[in-house]
T-cell receptor, first 115, second 109 residues
Framework: DAGVTQSPTHLIKTRGQQVTLRCSPKSGHDTVSWYQQALGQGPQFIFQYYEEEERQRGNFPDRFSGHQFPNYSSELNVNALLLGDSALYLC??????????????FGNGTRLTVT | KNEVEQSPQNLTAQEGEFITINCSYSVGISALHWLQQHPGGGIVSLFMLSSGKKKHGRLIATINIQEKHSSLHITASHPRDSAVYICAVLDTSGSRLTFGEGTQLTVNP
């Protein structure tokens, strides 16, 4: 049973560039949530995708956008990268938009470094 | 003030010691999760609590809903327990997770 998978594992970009991160949810899950975790901080909610639409959004600028595909996989896009976007980007999956009474399932994250 | 606060931020212990990590929250919740994050970044779910106490191996988690407080205990700690432990609360709608900043635990042999 495949868990949540993310790619790439590491990425180095330059200020002003654009980046795309990818996430495949755990088998049987249809909802993907994205989080940003700065060094030494807890994860911060970016947005959640369900039925190919953004359902909830945290306090992140429009430079952060996403997409969900019919197979439930998802992409996170960040435009006009800033140094402050350097972080670990985590993807979590669930069945439905609520987290329910089940454990949380996270991927191993993509570590983005902006220089 | 953060909605979820953990203490301590950093904890260093000797192998075999009993460890306690605390989590306090200020909002109504439907559940509380304890998570473990290793240096590579991946997060593993340890416990989900809505009341009482749960035990898994050397790990014990408790929650006091009235006091809005939870604790994670590790008995007979081992160097492989070294990781960041994160508390996350699920709001009453069941749709929003809020995370604490984590506790970095180092267990020395």
């Amino acid at each position: 049973d495949a868990g949540v998978t993310q790619s790439p594992t590491h990425l180095i970009k330059t200020r002003g560039q654009q980046v795309t991160l990818r996430c495949s949810p755990k088998s049987g899950h249809d909802t993907v949530s994205w989080y940003q975790q700065a060094l030494g901080q807890g994860p911060q909610f970016i947005f959640q995708y369900y039925e190919e639409e953004e359902r909830q959004r945290g306090n992140f600028p429009d430079r952060f956008s996403g997409h969900q595909f019919p197979n439930y996989s998802s992409e996170l896009n960040v435009n006009a990268l800033l140094l402050g976007d350097s972080a670990l980007y985590l993807c979590a999956s669930s069945l439905g938009t609520g987290w329910g009474n089940s454990p949380l399932h996270f991927g191993n994250g993509t570590r983005l470094t902006v220089t | 003030k953060n909605e979820v606060e953990q203490s301590p931020q950093n904890l260093t212990a000797q192998e075999g010691e009993f460890i306690t990590i605390n989590c306090s929250y200020s909002v109504g919740i439907s559940a509380l999760h304890w998570l473990q994050q290793h240096p590579g970044g991946g997060i593993v779910s340890l416990f989900m609590l809505s009341s009482g106490k749960k035990k898994h191996g050397r790990l014990i988690a408790t929650i006091n809903i009235q006091e809005k407080h939870s604790s994670l205990h590790i008995t007979a700690s081992h160097p492989r327990d070294s990781a960041v432990y994160i508390c996350a609360v699920l709001d009453t709608s069941g749709s929003r997770l809020t995370f604490g900043e984590g506790t970095q635990l180092t267990v020395n042999p």
